[in-house]
């Protein structure tokens, strides 16, 4: 992806030569999975991929918008029954909404985007979207609106234009991000705080299975459902319990018999999720890596059997990994497809990689794709 492709289709179709350009980046997740709609931490990083866009002021109320990689354009309006039919201009035109539901100005504009997030491979290609077009625009306009709730009208653009309940860890990720940082997000209070992350003689590596789940998002919106009624029902006993961040074991184990079976599973792996964050944390603070290690699998066995989020091709990744004696593997993201994110030693790194790309072609036909992990910056204006 290229600065100058875009800015070459933005002048081709609209002859202006002088857009602005902005980019917000995709993110990876250490650990905290499924754990930022339950108020509780999550440890993400910003990385070197991303969507750029070339943007312009047309001076009428119409979104004129093309996306470069799928060559598909779409013409909007800024009211609510403008929305269009096309799938990633929803993004876009629920971005501008959440702006003007918030009492912001929006006006017309010229764009032309592409990414090179690879999509539904957990690296929040639709976060990175909502990031680039939430932050140009209140900058482009003077909004004089924070990060923070750049990030929520991101998050409110999944809940009310796409569908998807999400929690914030993937805009609040892209909007904040710093290179070589990971942040520790506590989603209840958003306080956060930026780890360095240069974990000496190791390297992070995702192995993109290429799996896409097209259930994934009544999936996603079923499992927060589960959390929720696990919560209320806890709340009975603890009126201090808002979300399953505040609870304990005992507490769940208090109303296992009130709640499905499901739901115990879905709640217990959240709040053992929780624990692992802060363990996370701690062995972060003395470069303890093992422990790290130790933690991801722990969060891919929690995610695999409690909260049923993982696949066959992930499983076996995961399980390939463990016999390659790689530090720490898990799936990341929302899950039901996508990547493994796996911390290995610099020493293992290529004979790893080249038997999972061979061990995973033989079993399931293609390689897995290999990304390097690049810890980088948020959004922001090229
Ligand atoms: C998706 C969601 C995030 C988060 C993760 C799982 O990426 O957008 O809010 O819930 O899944 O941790």
């Not at 932050?135 to 653009?157: H, P, R, S, V």
Request: proline share 2%.
């Amino acid at each position: 992806m290229t600065k100058q492709i875009i800015l070459n289709k933005f002048i081709d179709l609209f002859g202006d030569q002088n857009p602005e350009i902005y980019t917000s980046p995709g993110r990876i997740n250490l650990i905290g999975e499924h754990t930022d709609y339950n108020g509780s931490f999550v440890f993400p990083g910003a990385i070197d991929k991303g969507i750029i866009a070339a943007i312009k002021l047309n001076g009428t109320d119409k979104i004129n918008a093309f996306a470069l990689d799928l060559e598909d354009g779409a013409v909007f309006g800024l009211n609510e029954e403008d929305l269009p039919k096309e799938g990633w201009a929803k993004y876009i035109f629920g971005v501008c909404r959440e702006i003007i539901k918030r009492g912001g100005k929006i006006e017309g504009f010229d764009t032309v985007f592409s990414g090179d997030v690879p999509l539904g491979a957990g690296m929040s290609s639709s976060a990175a979207l909502e990031s680039t077009y939430a932050f140009a625009l209140n900058d482009m306009l003077d909004l004089g609106i924070d990060k923070f709730e750049l990030a929520k009208i991101g998050q409110a653009t999944e809940h009310n234009y796409v569908g998807v309940k999400c929690g914030i860890m993937d805009q609040f990720a892209s909007l904040f991000g710093k290179k070589d940082h990971l942040m520790r997000l506590d989603t209840k209070s958003m306080e956060f705080e930026y780890y360095p992350f240069h974990p000496e003689g190791y390297s992070l590596v995702l192995l993109d299975t290429r799996v896409a789940h097209e259930l994934a998002s009544s999936a996603y919106n079923k499992r927060r459902e589960s959390c929720e009624r696990a919560a209320d029902a806890i709340r009975e006993n603890h009126s201090e319990v808002e979300f399953l961040r505040d609870a304990s074991m005992e507490m769940l184990n208090e109303v296992k018999k009130d709640i499905s079976e499901e739901d115990f599973m879905r709640a217990q792996y959240v709040i053992e999720e929780t624990q692992r964050v802060h363990d996370v944390s701690d062995a972060l603070q003395k470069d303890d890596y093992e422990t790290v290690g130790q933690k991801m699998y722990e969060t891919h066995h929690g995610m695999s059997k409690l909260y049923e989020v993982s696949c066959e091709e992930l499983d076996f990744l995961n399980d390939l990994a463990k016999k390659h004696q790689v530090t720490g593997s898990r799936v990341m993201g929302g899950g039901f497809g996508g990547c493994t994110i796996n911390l290995v030693k610099d020493e293992l790194y290529q004979q790893f990689i080249t038997d999972a790309k061979s061990e995973f072609k033989d079993k399931y036909g293609h390689e897995p794709k290999v990304y390097d992990v690049v810890i980088s910056d948020g959004a922001r204006k090229l």
